[in-house]
């Protein structure tokens, strides 16, 4: 399961992920920004995902990154910092980071959400 909820305090989208998501569940999610006209067109995402278990393949990654950039196009930047603390979620996160980095959208993953918040307030 997604959910997400943007934090007015913060001016972050704060996103959770919980029990078991799949590729449907990551393909919904990213094309939910495509029509979001109400997030910042500076957007930055905080994703954690502490009791995740992730059920898609590093072959759907490429996928993800297809979506994400179709869904992104409205912003001028995106910058998305990522709290795992498994192994294979940390492994899978880090290997789609590789992949979708680009000039107006940067993702990196962190093992706390204070190393994260750090990162994502001072881009």
Same mark, same amino acid.
């Given at each position: 399961?997604? @959910?997400?909820?943007?934090?007015?305090?913060?001016?972050?989208?704060?996103?959770?992920? $919980?029990?078991?998501?799949?590729?449907?569940?990551?393909?919904?999610?990213?094309?939910?920004? +495509?029509?979001? +006209? %109400?997030?910042?067109?500076?957007?930055? @995402?905080?994703? /954690?995902?502490?009791?995740?278990?992730? +059920?898609?393949?590093? *072959?759907?990654?490429?996928?993800?990154?297809?979506?994400? $950039?179709?869904?992104?196009?409205?912003?001028?930047?995106?910058?998305?910092?990522?709290?795992?603390? $498994?192994?294979?979620?940390?492994?899978?996160? /880090?290997?789609?980071? %590789?992949? %979708? $980095?680009?000039? *107006?959208? *940067?993702?990196?993953?962190?093992?706390?959400?204070?190393? %994260?918040?750090?990162?994502?307030?001072?881009?």
């Amino acid at each position: 399961m997604i @959910t997400s909820e943007f934090n007015e305090q913060t001016n972050i989208l704060e996103t959770e992920l $919980n029990g078991e998501v799949d590729a449907v569940d990551v393909l919904l999610y990213l094309n939910e920004f +495509k029509s979001n +006209k %109400a997030l910042p067109r500076k957007l930055k @995402t905080l994703v /954690t995902g502490n009791r995740v278990k992730f +059920k898609f393949s590093v *072959k759907d990654l490429k996928d993800f990154n297809d979506v994400k $950039n179709q869904s992104l196009q409205q912003y001028t930047t995106v910058a998305s910092a990522v709290v795992i603390n $498994n192994p294979i979620g940390a492994a899978l996160s /880090t290997i789609y980071g %590789a992949i %979708a $980095n680009n000039e *107006k959208y *940067k993702y990196k993953v962190f093992s706390t959400r204070e190393a %994260a918040l750090l990162w994502l307030n001072n881009i």
